[in-house]
């Protein structure tokens, strides 16, 4: 799913502004889309020339107006068409995994504080996580946000329990023992 077809979606839930729909880019979706203003606006734009959002300004004290987007039932039938295709393989990317590749290259003490840090992201996205499924406010969304959970779990078990692998070769490539 891209920008344009999750902005369809956030938009069956309520109306919103650009600015409103980062703040849920930046929120739950965060675990399988970033998405920044310079995608977010020019997707919004185009869903509005299609004639599948609406946009309205809304005035306010002292500020420039904010544009409101709502779908149309023309949007709300192409997001449901988008939802009733077969999902494309989830794609995962991470830089972390492909410094690891080379992780004998590493000095071992910047190795370890990789991986620490790695841990203590993990840990961050737990806590918010948690967070979230606190609040979360259909049983659809504690899914998505329990599967990211579980994930962001996993990895932490991982690395505590599999750094000295990496670590390991790490110092004997740098000839410490």
């Known amino acids: 799913m891209d920008v344009r077809v999750l902005c369809l979606g ?18 739950p ?34 500020r420039p107006d904010k544009k409101v987007y709502r779908i149309t039932p023309k949007g709300r039938l192409a997001f449901l068409d988008a939802l009733m295709r077969k999902p494309g393989a989830d794609r ?12 004998d290259l590493l000095p071992p003490r910047h190795l370890s504080q990789l991986i620490d840090e790695r841990i203590a992201e993990c840990r961050r996205e737990l806590g918010e996580l948690d967070g979230a499924l606190a609040v979360a406010a259909s049983p659809a969304e504690r899914f ?20 000295h692998v990496v670590e390991s070769e790490a110092l004997l490539a740098s000839g410490q023992n």
């Open 144 to 163: 998505v946000q329990g599967l990211g959970r579980t994930i962001y779990g996993a990895a932490l078990e991982y690395l505590a329990d599999n750094r």
């Open 29 to 62: 979706l965060r675990l399988f889309l970033d998405a920044s203003f310079g995608s977010i606006y020019p997707a919004l734009n185009r869903l509005a020339a299609e004639e599948l959002v609406t946009c309205s300004a809304q005035a306010q004290a002292k």
């Open 10 to 27: 956030m938009l069956t839930r309520q109306e919103a502004t650009g600015y409103e729909l980062k703040k849920v880019f930046e929120g």
């Open 92 to 103: 995962f990317r991470s830089e972390f995994l492909a410094t690891m590749l080379f992780a």
